[in-house]
């Protein structure tokens, strides 16, 4: 399985452990490329089920509706990559939870439907772990406009997407465009890994 791996950077991955707050559109397409690129452990929240409107751009399959949403995601990443970690939390994170859920990861990454959960997680993760990265994402509706698509650093917090996409009526979310965006916060996640972990290691 990783035989065609650079060694140098599948022995920081191997070692780190990222947070996942969501496992919807952003959160699960961010959780299989990790778990492709061999990240040791995965610690994934989410209080959801499947339903069938989101086989439309997450990660799941049509026989797994109705399951919940954790459970579902990590029978899919032990078939991608059974060679990881990956904890689940069945529970709705909060300003009382996020802290001791996430407390043993090396970088978090934000991926929340409501604007309000994504403050709440971020300013809780910021204030109790001040030197932890944190990778969120605003702005990924719609389709096309990929040139409008960026990352912008406020100090350890990472925004992916446009930061100002809405839905127009008759217009949902759809997957390649949430892709773009969980794939832009996941190879950050390796990028901010090679760089915390692995100082030895040339890019």
């Known amino acids: 399985f990783f035989s065609r791996r650079e ?19 952003l959160g699960s397409n961010v959780a299989v490329s990790l778990a492709r690129a061999g990240v ?11 339903e069938p409107s989101n086989l439309n751009r997450q990660q799941y399959f049509i026989d797994q509706v109705g399951e919940r949403k954790v459970e579902a995601l990590r029978d899919n990443l032990l078939a991608i990559n059974p060679y990881s970690l990956y904890e689940i939390h069945d529970a709705h994170a909060t300003r009382r939870n996020a802290a001791k859920i996430f407390a043993r990861v090396d970088v978090l990454v934000e991926a929340f439907d409501r604007a309000e959960a994504k403050e709440m997680l971020i300013e809780t993760c910021l204030t109790r772990f001040p030197g932890r990265p944190i990778v969120a994402a605003s702005g990924l509706a719609g389709y096309g406009m990929n040139r409008k698509l960026h990352t912008r650093r406020m100090g350890n ?13 008759g217009v949902s979310p759809m997957a390649p465009r949430v892709a773009l965006v969980a794939a ?6 390796v990028e901010l890994l090679i760089k915390m972990r692995g100082r030895h290691v040339t890019g």
Not at 184 to 189: C, E, R, S
């Open 184 to 189: 832009m916060q996941a190879n950050l996640v």
């Open 40 to 50: 040791g452990r995965l610690v994934i929240a989410d209080f959801d089920k499947v």
């Open 157 to 169: 917090l990472y925004i992916c997407g446009d930061e100002e996409s809405q839905c127009p009526k």
């Open 7 to 25: 060694k140098a950077v599948l022995a920081v991955l191997r070692q780190s452990s990222v947070g996942i707050a969501g496992a919807g559109g």
